[in-house]
C-alpha cells in the first residue's frame, strides 16, 4: 500500500515538475505528438491496412437481348393501314403464349397458329385472310430484333420525366430477298424502354424522300406490351 502511495506521489510529481519547466513541457508535447503520429503510421501501413472488398454489381441484362427471347406476354396493336384509299386505324389487344397469338377487337376474335390465321366463330376456328393482321403479327420480338440487329441507331432520347428511353433506328429493306422490284425504301423502328424491359415499339416507313409511306398497305403499327 505505502509503495503505491509513493508511485502514484512520483507520477504527480513529475507532472507538476513537466508543468512547471517550459523546456521539459514542450519536450513532453512533441513526445506526445511522435507517438500520436506512429500510432497513425502504423495503422495505415501496407502490412496492416486492409482494403475494402469491392461490391460487385449484379451483371447488367441488356434490354434488346432480353426482348428478342420475349415469348408470352400481353399486348396492344393499334395499325394504321390503307384500304381502298382510304386511311384507316384497327385497335387490338392480344396475347401471346409461345406457339400461338390471340388477338381480338371490338367484333371479331382471331387465333394465329402454325402461321396460319383463324376467326373464332361460335367457338368454333376458320381459316381468314386478312392480310393486314397477319402482316403486323409477324413483327414479333425475334423479328424487330433481327432487323434492329441489321439497322442502324439513329438517335436516343433520355426521358428523365418516366425514366425511359427511347431510340430510334432505320433499315434499309432493299437488300433484302423480295424487295428488289420496290422503290427504296426504310423500316423506322422506335422503341421505348426502361431499365427493365421495352415497353413500346412504333413501325414505320419511309421513301428515299424520308416521306412517310405504306409497305403491304400497312402505314404505321403501333405495339404497347403490358405488365403481368
Known amino acids: 500500500m505505502e509503495k503505491k502511495v509513493k508511485k502514484k506521489n512520483s507520477i504527480s510529481s513529475l507532472i507538476i515538475f513537466i ?3 517550459p523546456r521539459y513541457r514542450a519536450l513532453f508535447i512533441m513526445g506526445a505528438y511522435f507517438v500520436f503520429f506512429a500510432i497513425v503510421i502504423a495503422m495505415f ?3 496492416n491496412y486492409q482494403p475494402k472488398t469491392p461490391v460487385i454489381e449484379d451483371e447488367v441484362v441488356d434490354v434488346l437481348e432480353k426482348y428478342k427471347v420475349l415469348t408470352n406476354y400481353n399486348f396492344q396493336y393499334q395499325i394504321t393501314y390503307i384500304e381502298n384509299e382510304d386511311i384507316l386505324i384497327s385497335n387490338y389487344n392480344g396475347e401471346s403464349l409461345s406457339e400461338t397469338i390471340n388477338i381480338y377487337d371490338d367484333n371479331h376474335q382471331y ?5 396460319i390465321l383463324y376467326q373464332i366463330v361460335d367457338e368454333s376456328k376458320e381459316e381468314v385472310d386478312n392480310k393486314i393482321v397477319l402482316s403486323s403479327l409477324n413483327f414479333t420480338p425475334n423479328y424487330i430484333y433481327d432487323l ?3 439497322g442502324k441507331l439513329e438517335s436516343k432520347t433520355e426521358n428523365y420525366g418516366i425514366n425511359t428511353l427511347t431510340k ?3 433499315i434499309d429493306l432493299q437488300g ?16 421505348i424502354e426502361d431499365d427493365k424491359s421495352i415497353r413500346e415499339v412504333i413501325i414505320m416507313f419511309e421513301d428515299s424522300n424520308m416521306n412517310k409511306v405504306e409497305f ?5 403499327i403501333m405495339i404497347k ?3 403481368d
Open 19 to 21: 508543468k512547471n519547466n
Open 45 to 47: 501501413s501496407p502490412s
Open 111 to 115: 387465333l394465329f397458329e402454325n402461321s
Open 148 to 150: 434492329i440487329k441489321d
Open 168 to 170: 430510334q433506328y432505320r
Open 176 to 191: 433484302l430477298v423480295g424487295l428488289e422490284d420496290y422503290d427504296p425504301i426504310s423500316t423506322l423502328i422506335t422503341t
Open 216 to 220: 403491304n398497305n400497312i402505314q404505321e
Open 225 to 227: 406490351y403490358l405488365e
